[in-house]
């Protein structure tokens, strides 16, 4: 089937979608994404994940030229034209075409594009037995106010994740400036600690993920006590268990840092009791659809 994308408006195939060569996402990775999941047809979190979009903006100071509704439509649109129920879901907004040089946007169209996907997950076996990760040498600078964005410029993350991958893991886990661990390189971590999860704070040098925030309003309506405070190398390979989160994998356990086995070296209690209760939170959404 013949993949259609959503760009500014208009629904055009795969290789008819076009972007100005001077447009600063290009130029400058001016801009900003949000990767979402569909779940039967509708977007989970997609609330969450505009107003992400819209406080972001306003850090790049293109908040005023975005209208969210038009994006909550424009990825329903897109998803029932790609014929998909479960689904990989990206908007991506850039500051659009404009002058030459660093000075910031004073005139110009956003670029606005929506792209579905196949949902691929990794193997139930994954979930069950979990991943390898690597701490890596690249640092995350805390003190960047990029680090809180989920801008165009991955090539960071991109790099962190290679690392790990040459050492023989699955996904890379980033320390900040001062030596705490602050995320992975596509989703934010906790540990486990007596039966209560810990997971760094904003001023770590985090993005502030939509599963995050879910899993942080979850734990305690499970009985289960979340604090959000600074964890160092040596607590996290403590831990009793380690899991990572993000919109496309939900709850991934972590079996072993740097070749170190975490608790069991496989799925424990608490990350299991979290999984249930989120697979009942996106059973239950009840957001409709806006077609």
Not at 59 to 75: D, H, M, N, Y
């Amino acid at each position: 089937m013949e993949q259609l994308v959503y760009i500014n408006g208009e629904i055009v195939s795969r290789d008819k979608a076009q972007i100005p060569v001077f447009d600063r996402g290009l130029l400058y990775g001016y801009g900003l994404f949000e990767t979402m999941r569909s779940y039967n047809g509708r977007v989970f979190g997609l609330d969450r994940h505009l107003a992400r979009l819209m406080n972001s903006a306003g850090v790049l100071g293109i908040r005023e030229s975005l209208e969210p509704e038009k994006f909550e439509t424009g990825v329903y649109r897109i998803l029932k034209a790609n014929g998909f129920d479960d689904a990989r879901i990206r908007l991506t907004v850039t500051a659009g075409e404009g002058s030459r040089g660093i000075a910031l946007p004073v005139y110009g169209k956003l670029t606005m594009i929506i792209t579905v996907e196949e949902l691929v997950l990794p193997s139930p076996e994954n979930y069950l037995k979990g991943l390898l990760t690597s701490i890596v040498s690249i640092r995350r600078n805390s003190k960047s106010p990029m680090c809180h964005l989920k801008a165009l410029g991955y090539l960071e993350n991109m790099l962190a994740h290679a690392e790990a991958v040459d050492n023989g893991s699955d996904e890379a886990i980033l320390l900040n400036g001062d030596g705490y661990v602050a995320e992975c390189s596509a989703s934010n971590i906790f540990v486990v600690e007596a039966g209560k999860i810990v997971t760094p704070p904003i001023e770590a040098g985090i993005l502030p993920g939509i599963i995050r925030r879910v899993i942080i309003d979850l734990a305690p309506s499970l009985g289960i006590k979340v604090v959000q405070e600074a964890v160092n190398v040596e607590r996290l390979l403590n831990a009793e268990e380690v899991f990572i989160t993000n919109s496309v994998i939900e709850i991934m356990p972590i079996a072993a840092i740097d070749g170190r086995t975490v608790g069991s070296g496989s799925r424990g209690k608490v990350t299991e009791r979290l999984t249930e209760g989120y697979k009942k939170l996106t059973i239950s959404s009840t957001r409709c659809p806006c077609l």
